[in-house]
């Protein structure tokens, strides 16, 4: 779970939902004290950042992570279930799923993680269409942001909104459906404030780091798919050269295939002797993400990189 710095998510959610200091803080605390604790000059008490993120219509359970209590059972059975999500086993995740819902709590926060997490299983299941997964996660996201679309594509566009990890990964879903519907500058929007939001530096470095790695790649892929392939390789490298230099391997082979892709469309537009170069550079790229991959047992991301090495090489690699 993330940490959040309380001055900059007040502030931040202050200035999205157009509220002056002087009426957030009426009633609660001084005008001076508001703008001290803003600024991280001032530690707030835990009942002073309720009232305040109330009267903004932000409950603090927002920022709470899923609460598996002192059911140690329950507790493993998350820790499995989420395993099974990263390797991408939803059969399994699904069966782990069933239990924790009949345990879990209900809590804002717990009912929106089963919310997200059960739509998620049952889409990549192929149980649900990409528009049912959709409006599965708009209802999740609806339980602590109502208006949340505002945000996104209304008159609040504009205004950065720190958005807790439980939200993002929300987003990140949604991104994913719009990108299956074919819905792609809906998809580049939600990567974009997702981006924008974990700049704000309201989130401790590590999870805004490790999240926005995650959303370059994302961000790549709906730029490179619209031909836009000088921005999507701006993208994959800036999210590559951050996880190279922070020594992360979250995402990194998404990252290396998204750049060598991007790098390998863009060498048809030059001359020989750069695309025969650029060539191989890319081919060594994907090589070098098919070793990691292995070496990880990420079987998804394996047979992916098989895939484009064949198709972009006409090669197999083992």
Not at 2 to 22: P, S
Not at 31 to 57: A, F, Q
Not at 218 to 225: E, F, H, I, S, V
Request: with cysteine.
């Amino acid at each position: 779970m993330a940490n959040y710095k309380a001055g900059d998510v007040i502030r931040l959610t202050r200035n999205a939902v157009g509220m002056t200091q002087e009426k957030l803080s009426d009633g609660i605390c001084s005008v001076e004290t508001l703008s001290r604790i803003e600024n991280g000059r001032h530690k707030i008490k835990r009942d002073t950042y309720r009232k305040l993120m109330e009267r903004m219509g932000r409950g603090i359970h927002d920022n709470c992570a899923v609460c598996m209590g002192r059911d140690m059972s329950l507790l493993e059975e998350y820790i499995l279930f989420e395993d099974a999500l990263v390797k991408r086993e939803y059969d399994i995740a699904k069966r782990y799923l069933a239990h924790i819902c009949e345990k879990i709590s209900d809590s804002v926060v717990d009912r929106q993680y089963l919310k997200r997490v059960g739509a998620l299983v049952d889409y990549e299941l192929g149980e649900i269409s990409a528009q049912a997964f959709l409006q599965q996660l708009q209802k999740a996201m609806e339980m602590t942001i109502p208006a949340y679309e505002s945000y996104l594509w209304g008159e609040q566009r504009d205004n950065i909104y720190p958005y807790r990890e439980q939200e993002i990964l929300i987003l990140m879903g949604m991104g994913i459906a719009y990108y299956d519907m074919g819905e792609l500058d809906k998809d580049i929007i939600i990567y974009e404030t997702i981006i924008r939001s974990l700049d704000a530096g309201y989130m401790d470095e590590k999870n805004a780091a490790e999240l926005k790695l995650i959303n370059l790649a994302n961000l790549a892929r709906p730029l490179g798919k619209l031909e836009r392939y000088e921005e999507a390789l701006a993208k994959a490298e800036e999210g590559l050269n951050m996880a190279v230099s922070r020594g992360y391997a979250h995402a990194l082979v998404e990252l290396m295939m998204q750049t060598a892709g991007n790098r390998l469309k863009l060498a048809r537009r030059k001359e020989f002797v750069e695309k025969e170069q650029e060539l191989l550079n890319s081919k060594k790229m994907m090589r070098q993400a098919y070793y990691i991959a292995a070496a990880r047992k990420d079987k998804h991301n394996i047979n992916l990189i098989k895939e484009n090495i064949k198709y972009f090489f006409d090669e197999e690699i083992s």
